[in-house]
T-cell receptor
């Protein structure tokens, strides 16, 4: 089955700092890759996705590139804001739509 | 875009009672829905795969008789926590897959269950 190793948190950054959250996965076949964000007390929101090798997903200033050779999907943002404080989950999806989640990385951005 | 609605968002119940959580796909048909459980400060664990018109497929270690799943229509799946106990308190989230071959699944808002 699939598994995900996600950068441990918590991560604390100052506003406008550069963010990287590492994610590597093991999977059979070629899964689609997703990053989800969970704000305090809320459900999951899709942040971005990539469906094939070398695809780059992007949204709200966040980016992640599907690296098949290193089985990675690292999340980056050039300049974080306080409003980006949340928990971030890396999740490959099987072709059946089933998700395997990383442990989540808690990001806190301070003014 | 595809919207999944989960109800209720929060529920408190007494130990020994049963609680039903609904997961609806509002603007698409979902032949497959998934139920996850999230413990405090932990990741999401897949509990079961719900298939319209057939029995759910449970993950290893999940009690079928404890967590009853019904997927009676293409837009609704329900999770019933039977004879709830405090250790069942958790955040439950559903997701619904769009179409038969699409890998993307959309998530509901989640249900915070507290058993007292």
């Amino acid at each position: 089955g699939n598994s995900v190793t996600q950068m441990e948190g918590p991560v604390t950054l100052s506003e406008e700092a550069f963010l990287t959250i590492n994610c590597t996965y093991t999977a059979t076949g070629y899964p689609s890759l997703f990053w989800y964000v969970q704000y305090p007390g809320e459900g999951l929101q899709l942040l971005l996705k990539a469906t094939k090798a070398d695809d780059k997903g992007s949204n709200k200033g966040f980016e992640a590139t599907y690296r098949k050779e290193t089985t990675s999907f690292h999340l980056e943002k050039g300049s974080v804001q306080v409003s980006d404080s949340a928990v971030y989950f890396c999740a490959p999806h099987t072709n059946a739509g089933k998700s395997t989640f990383g442990d989540g990385t808690t990001l806190t951005v301070k003014p | 875009g595809a919207v999944v609605s989960q109800h209720p968002s929060r529920v408190i119940c007494k130990s020994g009672t049963s609680v039903k959580i609904e997961c609806r796909s509002l603007d698409f048909q979902a032949t497959t829905m998934f139920w996850y459980r999230q413990f405090p400060k932990k990741s999401l664990m897949l509990m079961a795969t719900s298939n319209e018109g057939s029995k759910a497929t449970y993950e290893q270690g999940v009690e079928k008789d404890k967590f009853l799943i019904n997927h009676a229509s293409l837009t609704l799946s329900t999770l019933t926590v039977t004879s709830a106990h405090p250790e069942d308190s958790s955040f439950y989230i559903c997701s619904a897959r769009v179409g038969q071959t699409n890998t993307e699944a959309f998530f509901g808002q989640g249900t915070r269950l507290t058993v007292v």
